[in-house]
């Protein structure tokens, strides 16, 4: 299921960007759009992944909007209804704690048991010390296969993707602009976008 809640999603009619915001605005303005004689083919993709999705356009505004997915806040998957609560201590603020299995060697138990807080503390702060020092390498992996996904749609047939493709994953931004300099404006702006300016914003943060 695709989830709106805060996500950035765009449109593209042929080589044009159409639209760029909260799902709701951008399928409005596709809807709008596709009502003219002779429309380019429309294609909306996901900023967060860069994968087109398919929304069912049929009806009003009104039909539209309220076919559109949940907020990801309200949305609930398989491994929601599976989950089982942690049990509430007297007086403990439950903080959206989830148990799950966790499978490990009875060294591992008897380390985590000695530590101050016992097991779940200390496996809670080992998780946030590796999402701290591997978050910029794990944005910048999601953000290349994000540009990745969209750049194959769109520009897949432009001269110089494979090139591009390996300059991508290469991180070498300098190459990679060179070599999609020549595409449509839109496709190219949003590709570098797509590929690089969440570590732009994170470090002007």
């Known amino acids: 299921m695709i ?3 805060s996500k950035q999603f765009t449109a593209f009619m042929g080589h ?3 639209a760029s915001g909260p799902l709701a605005e951008v399928a409005l303005a596709v809807m709008k759009a596709s009502q003219k004689v002779a429309a380019e083919p ?3 993709f996901d900023d967060a992944n860069g994968r087109p999705i398919d929304l069912d356009l049929r009806g009003t505004e009104r039909d539209v909007v309220a076919r559109l997915p949940l907020p990801a806040a309200n949305a609930r998957t398989p491994a929601d209804d599976m989950a089982v609560p942690e049990p509430r201590g007297r007086g403990r603020p439950r903080l959206g704690v989830v148990a799950r299995e ?3 060697l009875p060294r591992h138990w008897e380390w985590l048991g000695a530590q101050p807080g016992g097991a779940s503390v200390a496996l809670r702060k080992l998780v946030e ?3 701290r020092s591997s978050g910029d390498r794990d944005r910048g992996r999601a953000a290349r296969e994000a540009a990745y996904h969209f750049m194959s749609t769109m520009a897949g047939n432009l001269p110089g993707f494979e090139e591009a493709s390996r300059a991508l994953f290469a991180d070498d931004r300098r190459r990679f602009g060179d070599l999609v300099a020549g595409w449509p404006g839109d496709i190219r702006d949003h590709t570098v976008k797509l590929a690089f300016s969440d570590r ?3 470090a002007t943060a």
């Open 129 to 131: 010390e590796a999402r």
């Open 102 to 104: 966790v499978t490990l």
């Open 16 to 18: 044009q960007r159409l």
């Open 3 to 5: 989830q709106a809640a």
């Open 200 to 202: 732009v914003d994170a």
């Open 42 to 44: 429309i294609v909306i």
